[in-house]
């Protein structure tokens, strides 16, 4: 599992579609980059906390590649 412990697990809601899941970003990245998995839109997350984590998201500049 050392996979596991590279990553940052939490939950997020869609700002476009209000559609709340989970995701994972790396663990000390400021900011994670994502799609939707509902609407497919770009968001940017940020960690709001320890584990288990929820996570600020907004729409992003970019377009995230997954």
Do not use: K, W
Request: hydrophobic share 25%.
């Amino acid at each position: 599992m050392p996979e596991r412990e590279q990553a940052q697990y939490g939950t997020y809601r869609c700002p476009v579609c209000n559609h709340r899941d989970g995701a994972e970003i790396r663990r000390g990245d400021a900011v994670g980059l994502i799609r939707c998995s509902y609407c497919d839109t770009s968001l940017e997350l940020s960690p709001r906390g320890r584990d288990p984590v929820r996570f600020t998201v907004q729409v992003a500049g970019e377009h995230a590649t997954r």
